[in-house]
């Protein structure tokens, strides 16, 4: 392998949901963020919710002219 090109590997990188939960995994940075993980998952947790990311399911509608 070539010396000096690969990023630096962190064993412990922590990962932070937006539900709170933390765990630890390898990664090329040393904190991720994530939106969903598999506690707040809807097909881990059996629940049917719908995981609406900064209003996308609003911009569908109205590119498509849906009503509710």
Known sequence: MKEKIHPKYYDEAKVVCSCGNTFTVGAT???LKV???SRCHPFFTG???IVDTAGQIERFKKR???KD
Do not use: H, L, N
């Open 64 to 66: 498509f002219r849906i």
């Open 47 to 49: 629940e049917q919710r």
């Open 35 to 37: 939106e969903v993980c």
């Open 29 to 31: 940075r040393p904190t």
